[in-house]
């Protein structure tokens, strides 16, 4: 496995429902970071971690619930989400968290709330 | 109000004619920009990166532009392919600042 990659590609779940996405990166970086990418709007930052610890939230709601074990992986836990919720969301990865920096994207989750 | 502005926000352009994409930025102090392609379905990859003092830099038939002056970028794709067909992103970072702002993206459409 080479790059960033994410499990599952895609995702239904209803409002009641819990689930994870999980993101893996294999290039030795520092820093990952969670977007939210919805039709016609720019990406929006989620959540970023460098050295496994949350530096930022970006007024996140609390029904998105991120999580960094170690500095390859990255999970977001889903719970009672909302139909609006429904969208691309993709990880990227960065060697530390800095704007000079490339970030690097997973193919992404597509995320369906019903 | 979005700091990346991109225009158009789609087009169609037949195979093998050329096409310019413009990205306007109010990002201030301004670090570096980037133009990502985004084929349908994928994550964005990075085409090319510009920082203050480079006008021109070309990955292929993929050439951008900057005009840190008047805050302006452009990618010009030439003899354009099928596979050109994707969101193509503008993305500016800020002295300082972790943040990335992103545009909404130009969505290109080549048909044979």
């Known amino acids: 496995e080479t790059g960033v990659t994410q499990t599952p590609r895609h995702l239904v779940m209803g409002m009641t429902n819990k689930k994870s996405l999980k993101c893996e990166q294999h290039?030795?970086?520092?820093?990952m970071y969670w977007y939210k990418q919805s039709a016609k709007k720019p990406l929006e930052l989620m959540f970023v971690?460098?050295?496994?610890?949350?530096?930022e939230n970006n007024s996140v709601p609390s029904r998105f619930s991120p999580e960094c074990p170690n500095s390859s992986h990255l999970f977001l836990h889903l719970h009672t989400l909302q139909p609006e919720d429904s969208a691309l969301y993709l990880c990227?990865?960065?060697?530390?968290?800095?704007?000079?920096?490339?970030?690097?994207f997973g193919p992404g989750t597509r995320l369906t709330v019903t | 109000k979005n700091q990346v502005e991109q225009s158009p926000q789609s087009l169609i352009i037949l195979e093998g004619k050329n096409c310019t994409l413009q990205?306007?930025?109010?990002?201030?102090?301004?670090?570096?920009l980037r133009w990502y392609k985004q084929d349908t379905g994928r994550g964005p990859v990075s085409l090319t990166i510009m920082t203050f003092s480079e006008n021109t830099k070309s990955n292929g038939r993929y050439t951008a532009t900057l005009d840190a002056d008047t805050k302006q970028s452009s990618l010009h794709i030439t003899a354009s392919q099928l596979s050109d067909s994707a969101s193509y992103i503008c993305v500016v970072s800020a002295s300082g600042n972790n943040r990335l702002a992103f545009g909404k993206g130009n969505q290109v459409v080549v048909i044979p």
């Open positions: 990227a990865s960065s060697q530390v968290a800095q704007g000079s920096y490339e970030q690097y």
């Open positions: 971690y460098n050295f496994k610890e949350q530096t």
């Open positions: 990205c306007n930025y109010t990002v201030s102090p301004f670090s570096n």
């Open positions: 290039l030795g970086h520092n820093a």
